[in-house]
């Protein structure tokens, strides 16, 4: 027996009418609103100090996707070469690792120079997360140039190892 095809709004409709579907779907909207509180809260001082320096953002991510787009508004738009100290500090520090790999991202930059480059080598040496090492590898193929990277072999591994684990393609 074929079914009748359900609309979107009819299945809405039974969904919020099912008490346990209600319930579970407010527990993860809260326990998504109290994560979200935590990351803000751990990268408040942060934020607070490259808007000191001009720059107007909300979070470290809003400079990580900084370039116009047709239509997708972004919240900051441009270079912000005078933040990248302030970056590596922070790249330094202890911090929940949503706001890390927002910090690596942020330096994900061809115009770091050997200050930057040095910076996330040494987090890439010392990283244990496999999954923030494929994001600091992913930064080091950006802002470091190949002539230095080759002599670091473990770079390309772990950007490779990871890539073909997640279903990527490598470019």
Do not use: C
Request: aromatic fraction near 6%.
């Amino acid at each position: 027996m074929k079914r009748k095809p359900v609309t979107a709004e009819e299945l809405m409709a039974r969904l919020e009418a099912d008490p346990q579907w209600v319930a579970e779907r407010d527990r993860r909207e809260a326990e998504r609103a109290s994560r979200a509180a935590e990351l803000q809260a751990d990268e408040s001082e942060l934020v607070q100090s490259i808007r000191a320096l001009g720059y107007e953002i909300d979070s470290v991510w809003d400079l990580v996707n900084n370039a116009p787009h047709p239509f997708l508004e972004r919240r900051f738009i441009g270079p912000y070469e005078r933040a990248y100290p302030l970056l590596i500090q922070h790249l330094r520090a202890s911090h929940e690792p949503g706001v890390r790999e927002g910090i690596i991202r942020s330096l994900t930059v061809r115009d770091g120079g050997a200050t930057v480059e040095s910076a996330l080598l040494a987090e890439f040496e010392s990283e244990s997360s496999p999954e923030l090492r494929w994001v600091l590898a992913n930064a080091l193929r950006i802002a470091m140039p190949y002539s230095r990277r080759r002599k670091h072999p473990e770079i390309a591994a772990v950007y490779r190892s990871s890539a073909s684990q997640r279903g990527d393609r490598l470019t």
